[in-house]
């Protein structure tokens, strides 16, 4: 099951905040973001495991509740480089599915000058 | 470090024919997943490959295989060509069996007329 992402597009102002969430039906054990710029491969941004670990852009911040089966990415201060689409992908149960990724349908992320 | 590398970029095929992408993963990457992007699904998970098994399946039709060869490259095949096959394929790899994080190559946009 596809996890779903909200809002589906934001438009900011450099300078200002975002947060964009994940939901999923389904139990999460893992979750990655991606950013995705038009006509270029998604670049990864973060991943967070079920238990806590973390690994990522040091700008970049998200958090994953377990309990609400949720992750959301916390973008500050937005520059005009951060627009883009982005992704969530969740992984699936054990270490040797994190690696088979369902992705959410994305959110357009535009800054503004 | 290099970066993932695909080829071809682009390709042209006809309906009925059959086509082989190729993926070269970072070097120390012994995991390769393949996945599927378009307009209307988004990013879909085909498969993913670890030291030259399949670990990860997605829910593709038998057309879509692929094999992983022992320096970790990676190719996909998809026989009997349809319309619907045209999209953008991308391949990630991933360290696969303590870090989990994908690396995107640039892709292949396979168009099928």
């Known amino acids: 099951q596809q996890p779903v992402q909200s809002p589906q597009a934001v438009i900011l102002r450099e300078g200002e905040d975002a947060v964009i969430n994940c939901s999923s039906s389904?139990?999460?054990?893992?979750v990655h973001w991606y950013r995705q710029k038009h006509g270029e491969a998604p670049v990864f941004l973060m991943i967070?495991?079920?238990?806590?670990e973390q690994k990522g852009h040091e700008k970049i911040s998200a958090s994953f509740n377990e309990k609400k089966q949720q992750s959301s990415l916390y973008l500050t201060a937005s520059q005009l480089s951060y627009s883009g689409t982005y992704f969530c992908?969740?992984?699936?149960?054990?270490?040797?599915?994190?690696?088979?990724?369902?992705f959410g349908q994305g959110t357009i992320l535009t800054v503004h000058p | 470090k290099a970066g993932v590398t695909q080829t071809p970029r682009y390709l042209i095929k006809t309906r009925g024919q059959q086509v082989t992408l190729s993926c070269s993963p970072i070097?120390?990457?012994?995991?390769v997943s393949w996945y599927q992007q378009t307009p209307g699904q988004g990013l879909q998970f085909l498969f993913e490959y670890f030291s030259e098994t399949q670990r990860n399946k997605g829910n593709f039709p038998g057309r879509f295989s692929g094999r992983q060869f022992s320096n970790s490259r990676s190719e996909m095949n998809v026989s009997t060509l349809e319309l619907g096959d045209s999209a953008l394929y991308l391949c990630?790899?991933?360290?696969?069996?303590?870090?989990?994080?994908?690396?995107f190559g640039p892709g292949t946009r396979l168009t099928v007329t």
């Open positions: 967070l495991l079920k238990g806590g």
């Open positions: 070097s120390g990457h012994r995991s």
């Open positions: 990630a790899s991933s360290e696969g069996l303590r870090s989990y994080e994908q690396y």
């Open positions: 992908g969740t992984g699936g149960a054990g270490g040797t599915s994190y690696g088979k990724l369902t």
């Open positions: 389904k139990a999460l054990y893992s």
